[in-house]
């Protein structure tokens, strides 16, 4: 699949804010507008500043600090007001990398050769990261 076949699955992310990020069971839910959002049951990072600030692996564990990690919050947080600059899929990997203003990126990664990872719904399409990173477009489900 070429990087322009990509890029255009991921563009209409572009100029939104995160609206929410919630986890139900395994899953989490990324929520840009109405009717556009990722799902993935794979780990995720949010990087800002350079730094990673939280990432899935980090939710509901302590650190020594006052309550458990929720990572929502944290993630929602420090983006808050952030709007979606760019939007990339990685050729070799399938990772999705979400760029917003203010230095701040959303990392949802593929970790399997054989299960889905994240899933981003535009509308009635879908397109999702298969297992080994092959990305598979569905443009009216």
Not at 89 to 96: A, N, P, Q, T
Not at 114 to 132: A, D, K
Request: charged content about 20%; some cysteine.
């Amino acid at each position: 699949m070429s990087s322009e076949e990509l890029k255009s699955y991921s563009i209409p992310l572009i100029g939104h804010r995160l609206m929410s990020i919630e986890k139900k069971d395994y899953s989490w839910f990324f929520k840009f507008a109405s009717d556009i959002s990722v799902v993935t049951e794979s780990p995720w990072r949010l990087i800002y500043e350079n730094r990673i600030v939280v990432t899935s692996e980090d939710h509901g564990h302590q650190f020594g600090l006052p309550e458990p990690v929720d990572a929502a919050l944290v993630a929602v947080s420090k983006i808050a007001g952030h709007t979606v600059e760019a939007a990339v899929i990685s050729e070799c990997s399938g990772d999705l990398t979400i760029e917003f203003s203010g230095r701040a990126q959303l990392e949802l990664l593929q970790m399997s050769g054989g299960y889905e990872s994240w899933r981003l719904i535009v509308g009635n399409s879908e397109t999702i990261c298969m297992g080994g990173g092959e990305i598979a477009h569905f443009p009216n489900r």
